[in-house]
């Protein structure tokens, strides 16, 4: 059974930074892609992230690209989503995710099969 388990949430200032991490266990070598997602509330839970489980290529949406990082660690099955500059429009739920299979999509949250229960980020103005 594949478990995800994301911790580092918390309140930061406006310009401050913090590192999200995501632990898994399970059969993690079932991995081809990680994700972080965010879902505000009243939003609609937006795409934040990827990283290549294997191969570690990573890509960003555009409201983060230049302040928030994707990197795995993958002796330890964990993949990190360090954050800084951050904006008070960065809060949300954080979410991490793992698809087991390649598509040509990985933005959507229906392209992930399972999901960590999340972890909340605070950022005050």
């Known amino acids: 059974q594949v478990q995800l388990v994301e911790s580092g949430g918390g309140l930061v200032q406006a310009g401050g930074s913090l590192k999200l991490s995501c632990a898994t266990s399970g059969r993690t070598n079932n991995f081809y892609r990680m994700g972080w997602f965010r879902q505000a509330p009243g939003k609609e839970r937006e795409f934040v992230g990827v990283i290549n489980w294997s191969l570690g290529g990573t890509y960003l949406a555009d409201s983060v690209l230049g302040r928030f990082t994707i990197s795995r660690d993958n002796g330890k099955n964990t993949v990190v989503l360090q954050m800084s500059s951050l904006k008070p429009e960065d809060t949300a739920v954080y979410y991490c995710?793992?698809?087991?299979?390649?598509?040509?999509?990985?933005?959507?949250?229906?392209?992930?099969?399972?999901w960590g229960q999340g972890t909340q980020v605070t950022v005050s103005s």
């Open positions: 995710a793992a698809a087991r299979y390649y598509s040509l999509s990985y933005t959507n949250a229906i392209d992930y099969d399972y």
